[in-house]
């Protein structure tokens, strides 16, 4: 069985400050990681993906995320938060089953 | 190119009638999926499509829920005798499916109310 936990289901930043959205993950085998975001009635938009290889993944908007075996986390970071950027963040995990396994989301709010 | 396309994008219905939800796959997506999204449950998946393969059905929550997928491609979702508890997004998900790391896409779900 998989399942993935995103410590915070609010975090609140300034504009320009860091942005950092916490996701572990539980695995028997090596998982795909994903993360996604989603806007006021709006689906869920791909910001990065995890697969094999590199360890640091980089994705869409400025957005990057690292994959730590070690400590089965795949957390989202981005340098400096835009206003643009508030929004609900997912992370999901998928093996060898087809569906993604959701996080249970991040709700990221950018103070001016 | 076109995205997934969901339709209706809203609906309101009364308890106890039978509703149907619709989407459109980008055009040569193999694989369809249905999540449902919840204030309670967060997003949880429903079924699966591959192809000609057997639906995976597991996520189904009960046998009110059906759903099928003519000529591969478009869609239905089917709630039959709908409780306030259905009410939720519904949103549906393609993706090419070649290997276990292709992503999918979104689209932008339909807001279902029961009164």
């Known amino acids: 069985a998989q399942s993935v936990t995103q410590l915070g289901s609010h975090v609140s930043v300034s504009e320009g400050a860091l942005v950092l959205l916490r996701c572990n993950y539980s695995?028997?085998?090596?998982?795909?990681l994903f993360w996604y975001v989603q806007y006021p009635n709006q689906g869920l938009q791909l910001l990065l993906k995890?697969?094999?290889?590199?360890?640091l993944v980089k994705g869409i908007n400025g957005f990057e995320a690292e994959f730590k075996k070690s400590e089965t986390s795949f957390h989202l970071t981005k340098p400096s938060a835009h206003m643009s950027d508030a929004a609900e963040y997912f992370c999901?995990?998928?093996?060898?089953?087809?569906?993604?396994?959701f996080g249970s989301g991040t709700q990221l709010t950018v103070l001016p | 190119g076109a995205g997934v396309s969901q339709s209706p994008s809203n609906k309101v219905t009364e308890k106890g009638k039978d509703v149907e939800l619709r989407c459109d796959p980008i055009?040569?997506?193999?694989?369809l999926y249905w999540y449902r999204q919840s204030l309670g449950q967060g997003l949880e998946f429903l079924i699966y499509?591959?192809?000609?393969?057997?639906?995976?059905k597991s996520g189904l929550p009960s046998d009110r829920f059906s759903a099928e997928r003519t000529g591969g491609s478009v869609s239905t979702l089917t709630i039959q005798r709908t409780q306030q508890e259905d009410s939720a997004v519904y949103l549906c998900?393609?993706?090419?499916?070649?290997?276990?790391?292709?992503?999918?896409?979104f689209g932008d779900g339909t807001r279902l109310s029961i009164l």
């Open positions: 499509f591959q192809g000609n393969s057997a639906p995976d």
């Open positions: 055009s040569g997506h193999t694989a």
């Open positions: 999901a995990v998928k093996t060898s089953a087809r569906q993604l396994t």
């Open positions: 998900a393609s993706s090419l499916d070649r290997h276990p790391e292709e992503p999918q896409h």
């Open positions: 995890y697969t094999t290889g590199a360890t």
């Open positions: 695995s028997s085998v090596p998982p795909y």
